[in-house]
């Protein structure tokens, strides 16, 4: 059984490795919308919740979202993932000149 459960985190976490990718190069290319709208998703995969349920959400219940039933080992990946996505949420926000929005993602991702 923790030998499937990790397959699947290595599995998600390739996916997201792939959304990031997708991200960057769209953020790069000024297409802001399209890279947050990217975001969404990948945090919705991560999450396995729809973005309503962890949206707005404070740090310390992303956290636990995210962590619930999960080894160290897994719940540790997919912190590191989510925190990677805050970062080029605080990335886009930046490029598109928004500098309260970016600076909110910032201390999403210190929290």
Known sequence: MASQQRDYILRLIEQLRQ???????????GRYDDALTAIVRA???LFGLPADR????????NFTLLTRGETPENAREKC???????????????????????AGAWRFVHE
């Not at 990031?20 to 790069?28: C, F, K, N």
């Not at 962890?54 to 219940?61: D, Q, T």
């Open 54 to 61: 962890f949206l707005g959400a404070s740090p310390e219940e």
């Open 19 to 29: 959304f990031l990718t997708q991200i960057v190069r769209l953020r790069e290319n």
């Open 80 to 102: 590191v993932a989510h925190a990677d996505l805050l970062v080029e949420i605080a990335r886009t926000y930046a490029a598109r000149e928004e500098p309260a929005l970016a």
């Open 43 to 45: 945090q919705e995969r």
